[in-house]
């Protein structure tokens, strides 16, 4: 048994966990749990990941969503709402890899965790965090039986 086998057989279990989740959803959330564990992403107090994000997006020639502070709550990290462009973030610290969760729904312009929003999520990893993460994070959701993009597409610049 490959170490990947070892973090998807997790994911898959961690899974269930995510009851309130649509199946896709649940997946998709467990394999960014596993994978930010494992390898982390670098941290963001409130007040700079506005700092951090106005280099992204302009990297990924997008608009800076509006961005708000919230307090921290038990049952999410952030949110975006993509009609009104704004990413909420929960609680004073928030990570690389939550704020470009959130980034990869304003890109794709859809509240789901399909296919676009995880091969956006696996780029903009790929692109702002490492390509390690970006291909582990690929992996696992491969292993768990997401769909997902040639890991060759993961590389093509906006």
């Not at 973090?7 to 596993?34: G, H, W």
């Not at 091969?119 to 790929?126: C, Q």
Request: charged content about 20%; proline content about 3%; hydrophobic content about 40%.
């Amino acid at each position: 048994m490959s170490a990947l086998t070892t973090f998807v057989q997790v994911a898959l279990t961690r899974a269930n966990e995510y009851s309130k989740c649509s199946p896709e959803q649940a997946l998709t959330y467990a394999c960014e749990e596993i994978v930010d564990n494992e390898l982390g992403s670098r941290n963001f107090s409130s007040q700079h990941i506005e700092q951090w994000l106005q280099h992204v997006c302009s990297r990924e020639d997008i608009d800076l969503p509006q961005i708000v502070v919230g307090r921290a709550t038990r049952t999410s990290l952030a949110s975006a709402d993509i009609e009104s462009n704004t990413i909420c973030f929960r609680g004073k610290i928030t990570t690389a890899a939550t704020a470009l969760h959130e980034v990869a729904h304003v890109i794709v312009g859809a509240d789901s965790h399909g296919i676009l929003f995880r091969d956006e999520l696996v780029r903009l990893a790929r692109a702002h965090i490492s390509v390690d993460y970006a291909a582990f994070l690929h992996g696992v959701y491969e292993g768990v039986g997401l769909e997902m993009s040639p890991w060759p597409a993961s590389a093509a610049q906006r």
